[in-house]
């Protein structure tokens, strides 16, 4: 039986399912789409994303935090995210194929600073059969794309 464990990072980007990936009628976003290349940004948030969550099913957690947006890195430390993730996959390890649900850059996110952010969402395989999915939110940060939120929860 599944124990429900969510892991959420930057406390201030609460990631649900279903909603942030709904396409909203939101002029605001839709201004701001239109001033980049929101495909050419997905992409390469993307790429940060999954080279990311290599190193993390890769058990490489210290070197997740540090390649984490500086959000991610204020709003916690090394050593309570290294206790959150062994606490959170160990009982889903090994991480297994990921198959993207969905994407949305966004310019706005609650409780978030201002800012370019793409929400990702994987359907993930996991050790007995079973699948969770994770939420993954990388925003633009010095340096390029790097990962500001996770969340992952049993399917």
């Known amino acids: 039986m599944f124990k ?3 892991l959420l990072v ?3 980007l609460v990631l649900t399912s279903p909603p ?3 396409q909203e009628n939101d002029e605001s976003a ?3 789409a239109q001033e ?3 495909e050419a940004e997905t992409e390469a948030a993307r790429e940060a994303t999954m080279a990311w969550l290599e190193l993390l099913d890769a058990g490489e957690y210290e070197e997740t935090w540090n390649q984490a947006a500086a959000a991610f890195q204020e ?4 050593g309570d995210w290294l206790a959150s993730v062994v606490q959170t996959r160990t009982d889903f390890e090994p991480f297994g194929e990921r198959t993207e649900l ?3 850059y966004m310019t706005d996110i609650p409780n978030a600073p201002p800012g370019e952010y793409v ?3 994987f359907r993930t395989a996991v050790a007995g059969n079973r699948t969770v999915v994770e939420s993954v939110t990388p925003m633009k940060d010095e340096g390029g794309w790097k990962v500001s939120g996770y969340f992952v929860r049993p399917e």
């Open 4 to 6: 429900t464990r969510l």
């Open 119 to 121: 929400v990702f969402q």
């Open 75 to 78: 709003a916690v430390t090394v």
């Open 10 to 12: 930057v406390p201030a």
């Open 20 to 22: 942030l990936l709904a």
């Open 102 to 104: 969905g994407s949305r």
């Open 30 to 32: 839709e201004e701001a």
């Open 36 to 38: 980049v290349d929101v």
